[in-house]
């Protein structure tokens, strides 16, 4: 075992509840729900799963709203995620579900070290860039409750000290360009613009298991039904979670459909059980 696939069990250590957000005691208000409880062996999908739907969103934003993106969208729309789910305070639930999100790319990098395709020239930055980026976004909304996170994930102490900037640059970007498209506060339970509506097609037979635990806890359903009521939204847009062949999630602009496939979902259920095993 290498030091840098021990480093990947330590890190899972972490959703599991040894690592514990012990100075970060529990409240926030935000688009993730905390009023929840997740069961030990969903947290880890469900806090991927809830990534991808937000950095899809992201993109339908992007889209519908016409926004200016200055460098990649992708960077662009995984910071969008990344400041959704980071809680301003700390929570309990919420920090383990952006804990799931780092240790998941992580591994992904690991498992392309292990053979699979590094595309220097994709859309993407690399698994393990998108890693430490969260990392990064993670320790500089809180420098103390994830210091030892980021050490630990191996961010480097000179640069933990830049992260709070790039933090707030983030998430002032993204606050700055969605504040036109706000919901007035004291309009917060309805939903002004156009409607989201959630689609679970059908899963395939070896993706019911799956299926049953992302909709368990209905935290999807309510990250979507916080998103519809924060932002009025100029068409209406459809969240489909659908078997598809691919492990795969998208933004279909023409169909304004965001679709989250069943095997991409069935990918972090993998990942997570080669991260156990190694
Ligand atoms: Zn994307």
């Known amino acids: 075992m290498t030091f ?5 069990v330590v890190l899972f250590a972490g959703w599991l509840g040894m690592w514990s957000p012990m100075d970060r005691p529990a409240h926030a208000e935000g688009l993730v729900p905390s009023d929840i ?25 992007v889209d519908l709203l016409d926004l200016p993106v200055i460098g990649r969208e992708e960077d662009a729309v995984d910071g969008f995620a990344a400041v959704t789910m980071i809680p301003e305070t700390p929570d309990e639930v919420r920090d383990a579900l952006i804990v ?27 698994d393990e860039q998108r890693h430490y980026a ?41 606050e700055r360009l969605l504040a036109p498209y706000e919901q007035p506060p004291h ?33 999807l359903e309510a990250g979507v039904d916080r998103f519809a009521k924060r932002f009025v939204l100029p068409a209406p847009v459809t969240i489909r979670f659908a078997p598809c062949n691919d492990a795969n999630a998208y933004w279909s602009p023409w169909e304004r ?20 095993i190694r």
């Open 100 to 126: 799931a999100v780092a240790d998941g790319w992580r591994v992904q990098g690991d498992l392309a070290d292990d053979g699979g395709e590094r595309a220097y020239w994709g859309e993407h930055a690399l």
């Open 257 to 276: 459909e965001i679709t989250i496939c069943y095997e991409l979902i069935d990918e972090y259920d993998a990942i997570l059980t080669e991260g156990m």
């Open 37 to 61: 409880t997740i069961d030990d062996d969903a947290l880890f999908v469900i806090g991927n799963t809830l990534f991808t739907l937000y950095h899809e969103l992201g993109h339908a934003l």
């Open 134 to 174: 969260i990392v990064c976004l993670m320790v500089g909304s809180d420098q103390d409750g994830f210091y030892d996170y980021a050490l630990d994930a191996g961010l480097p102490e000179e640069r933990i000290e830049t992260c709070s900037e790039d933090f707030q640059l983030m998430r002032d970007s993204w």
């Open 187 to 219: 309009k917060a339970e309805t939903v002004l613009g156009a409607p989201i509506t959630v689609i679970f097609d059908e899963p395939m037979e070896q993706q019911v298991r799956l299926f049953d635990l992302i909709r368990r806890d209905g935290l």
């Open 4 to 8: 840098q696939k021990r480093l990947s």
